[in-house]
């Protein structure tokens, strides 16, 4: 094992943690077999903390690794189809593609064939070892489950031109924590490995592969300008980029809601169901990792999913099944109901994995999470991002409610606290709009309920996220509704 050689981890590349080692291991399009997952459980048994993390791209890491893991299991891994057949590019960043590609009911391609030609192309040239760890590449089938928002450099998204399935061409520029921005070109669905491949050599003509800190592909386009790197792509190809501006009106066929992949959901294969199940903060012990690969290869066809929202996907259930499986998922100690909490909680590694961290987001997010088991108030996700600092590695994209962790000494008080923010922020902030300073470990899950409670009773819709609702008041008049409603409360008591 490689450690501390790269700012990402990977199977071969790992890197030192606050609580020991840290081994990511990447699994194209998140989609794995029962037999691999229970490897890694294995793995996580004998050399880390017993348990697995699933990341916001959808792969697994290791933690709290305390000694080297030997030749040989890393060979049975391999062997296994896990990580990359050639190490030199094992740090580079997981391929996303919906969790639902070949079984979503309104996709307009299985993208499962692209992963893995871009993961045998990548893999089968240690050239491409010069890309930045951080060089991600997304593939949208066009179904209800986009990952069209998720954070990529590249992102190929389906979409239908006069009955045609074309990708639509999304590049990283910009500000950073940007979504993927549509370029208005169109591929043809046979032209993608050439375009991806061009899009990397133009990436590494124009980067010193020898530093440790490469350019991000997002800062080298804003450098290039669009343009600019559009036509250096162009001398690289055999045939002409297809400018479809003109097609600007082509609407992808996809639903923005996410978590909406969670509970039990028909596939496109008649008979067939597939269950989204919720892990807290993405994180599965040993035990339900072999819990649910057992379910996975009694009921289904031994895949399970992992999904860029840190849940897990159980699929191919035959109908008379689905209910004996929900009830095994519970008795793992899991759930796949939409009004859990955990489902679209996210938190960074906080203190316990981070230096940077000024709190302990792991630990406060699940504490809120157990708090709203005994008072529900939700019916649909709310998305709540715990960030231990400013840089918000958990989640780069807006969220419902963002928390910023903040010693209260800067308060003249003690211990650690929040910053609260809602909905989208001005000026690209990307916490959202800041609406409440300073609120301690004590007041956060009153403040977080009443903040819900008047969302339900405020929305337009059942449909109106969170954010949408936050974003339709000021914050004075946001902050007058949510102390109304504690008023209320007090006085109903
Ligand atoms: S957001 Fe800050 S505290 Fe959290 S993992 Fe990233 S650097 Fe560490």
């Excluded at 490897?39 to 916001?56: K, L």
Aim: hydrophobic share 35%; with cysteine; aromatic share 8%.
């Amino acid at each position: 094992m490689l450690s501390g050689v790269s700012a990402c981890p990977g199977l071969f590349y790992t890197t030192p943690a606050q609580d020991g080692i840290l081994s990511r291991i990447r699994i194209p399009g998140g989609i794995l077999h029962s037999k691999q997952l229970c490897a890694i459980a294995d793995i996580a048994d004998q050399y880390g903390g017993g348990y697995t993390d699933v990341t916001n791209r959808a792969n697994l890491q290791v933690r709290e690794i305390r000694q080297d893991i030997n030749a040989e299991v890393l060979q049975r891994l391999q062997d296994l189809g896990l990580g990359a057949r050639n190490p030199a590019v094992d740090n580079i960043r997981n391929i996303m593609a919906s969790p639902t590609a070949g079984i979503d009911l309104l996709e307009l391609i299985d993208t499962r064939p692209f992963v893995q030609g871009w993961e045998n192309y990548i893999t089968a040239n240690a050239r491409w070892s010069g890309l930045s760890a951080k060089f991600s590449v997304c593939f949208d089938g066009g179904g209800t489950v986009s990952v069209c928002d998720r954070l990529n450099d590249i992102t190929l998204a389906a979409v239908l031109v006069d009955d045609q399935v074309y990708f639509r061409l999304c590049l990283s520029i910009g500000e950073k924590g940007e979504p993927p921005t549509d370029t208005g070109i169109l591929l043809a669905t046979d032209q993608y490995l050439s375009v991806l491949a061009a899009l990397a050599d133009v990436y590494l003509k124009h980067t010193d592969i020898n530093s440790r800190r490469k350019l991000r592909f997002r800062e080298l386009l804003n450098n290039l300008g669009l343009d600019h790197y559009l036509q250096e792509v162009q001398q690289c190809l055999p045939f002409s980029l297809c400018d479809s501006r003109q097609h600007k009106d082509v609407i992808h066929n996809i639903s923005t809601r996410n978590y909406q992949h969670i509970g039990i959901h028909p596939q496109r294969q008649p008979g067939l169901f597939y269950i989204g199940v919720v892990l807290p903060l993405g994180r599965l012990e040993t035990q339900k990792m072999r819990g649910l690969a057992d379910l996975a290869a009694k009921y289904g066809s031994g895949t399970l999913r992992l999904t860029p929202w840190q849940n897990l996907l159980l699929t191919d259930i035959p109908q008379g099944c689905v209910t004996d499986v929900a009830d095994e998922i519970v008795v793992l100690g899991l759930d796949c109901s939409l009004s859990n909490l955990n489902n679209a909680l996210v938190a960074c590694s906080g203190k316990r994995g981070c230096a940077a961290s000024i709190t302990d987001t792991k630990a406060h997010a699940l504490t809120l999470a157990e708090y709203f088991k005994t008072y529900p108030v939700l019916d649909r996700p709310v998305n709540i991002h715990f960030s231990g600092c400013a840089k918000s590695c958990a989640q780069q994209s807006k969220s419902d409610i963002a928390l910023l962790g903040v010693n209260l000494e800067e308060n003249n008080s003690s211990g650690e606290g929040y910053h609260i923010y809602v909905g989208d922020g001005d000026n690209n902030q990307k916490f959202g709009r800041e609406l409440y300073r300073f609120v301690t470990l004590a007041e956060l899950p009153t403040s977080i309920e009443q903040m819900l409670q008047v969302y339900r009773t405020k929305r337009l819709h059942p449909d109106e996220s969170f954010g949408e609702f936050a974003n339709r008041y000021a914050i004075a008049d946001l902050k007058h509704l949510f102390a109304s409603s504690q008023n209320v409360e007090a006085n109903n008591k």
